[in-house]
Each structure stands twice: as C-alpha cells, then as structure tokens.
C-alpha cells in the first residue's frame, strides 16, 4: 500500500464540516451522560472544567455565528465565552450549540486554511481533552487526524524557515502531531520524538499554544 497517497486521498475526501458535526455530537453525547460532573477539572486545559470548555466550544459558535470575532483566537476571546456561561447550564449550552452548529456544519465543510481550519480543529482537540479527563482513552477519526498532521506538519515546517533555522524532520504519528503541537506534551515529551537534529533550538516553534507543564499520560 502507498500509505503516502492513501493519506492524501483521505485527507483530501476529508468534509471538514462533517467532521465537526461528529465532533461536536461526540462531546454532547459525552457531557450529557449520566454522573458527568460538570465541575470536574479538564488537565489538559487552562484549568477549565467539563462545564467551561463546553462553554468555549458553545461560545466559539455563538461568536462565529453573531460574527464576533474580534480576538479570536485569544485568551480574552476564550476567556469571554468561558465567563458569561457560569451561570448556563450544560444542558443548555448543548441546546444553543445543536442550533449554531447546524449553521457552521456548513461553513466549515468550504474549509480549506485559516480560522476555518483552526476552528475545526479546536473542537477535536477539546473531545481529546474532555475524553482524557473522563478517562476514557484517546480516540479520535483517522481522517481527521490525517487533515490536521498535514496541516500541522506544513506549519511547522513554514515556521522554521520563518524563524532562519535549519530544515528539520520530525518522526512522529499524526496524533502526536496533533496533540503535540497544541501543547498537550511537555517539552521532554516532544525532544523524545525522533528529529534529525537537536530539537532545542525548534522547541518555540514546535508549541502552537505553548507547552504543557506536565505530562498527561495520555497515550495515543
């Protein structure tokens, strides 16, 4: 098999809005069953719970939606749709998202860069989260993590230039790639990939959002 074009073909199949719609069923499915505490801290985030990240990812529609993108993807911006929820229940949270995201179903499935890209995949990357705080294990869809390695990938690599280093490659699965980089492993966990070269000096580059403080023990 020519697992190379077999990854472009997938990747390129790939319904970004389709796929954000799984996402998000996935997730409600998750922190509306039974015994789920809402209250329950999220690791992997900046300290949120289950109920503040349902909150970011309700309140990254509701902003997309009412065209309220001023900041985004900043900390005040997250920090706002966190904030104004703590008084909304989850359930009702879910409700509102179920009716914004049945608008950006559609507007993410014409999502080839860009925010459009970013957003699709900051709600698989909070499924993660939410799933590993549940203890449940890693799962995400294998065209999803296709589309966003190889994205990942290319920004990484346009950085490096950008930043004057040398070229570099970096051994690692598309789901360490996707976990990785969004800043769910420590900076250790990233030199124990395999690189080329001393992987000090891309360090900077490698974290999207910075690293994290401890290891999750999350295994992909």
């Known amino acids: 098999m020519d697992v190379a074009r077999t990854v472009r073909r997938v990747t390129a199949d790939l319904d ?21 505490d809402p209250g329950l801290v999220v690791p992997a985030t900046p300290a949120w719970s289950v109920h503040d990240v349902v909150a970011h990812v309700a ?6 939606v009412n065209g309220n993108m001023v900041g985004a993807p900043g900390n005040e911006w997250t920090e706002a749709q966190v904030s104004r929820s703590v008084t909304v229940s989850i359930d009702e949270l879910v409700e509102q998202w179920n009716i914004d995201g049945l608008i950006l179903d559609e507007v993410f499935s014409g999502a080839t860069d860009g925010m459009l890209v970013a957003g699709v995949l900051d709600v698989h990357t909070h499924e993660a989260d939410l799933r590993h705080a549940l203890g449940l294990p890693f799962r995400a869809p294998a065209d999803v993590l296709g589309w966003a390695a190889q994205r990942l990938r290319r920004g990484f690599f346009e950085a490096v230039e950008a930043a004057g280093l040398p070229e570099v490659d970096v051994a690692a699965t598309d789901a360490e790639w996707f976990r990785g980089r969004f800043g769910r492993r420590t900076g250790d966990e990233v030199r124990n990939y395999v690189w080329s070269a001393d992987p000090t000096p891309y360090l900077d580059t490698w974290f999207v959002f910075g690293r994290a403080d401890a290891s999750l023990g999350e295994r992909t």
């Open 16 to 36: 970004p809005g389709a796929s954000y719609r799984g996402a998000r069923e996935r997730i409600v499915a998750m922190v509306t069953a039974p015994g789920v």
């Open 59 to 64: 309140g990254v529609a509701r902003d997309a």
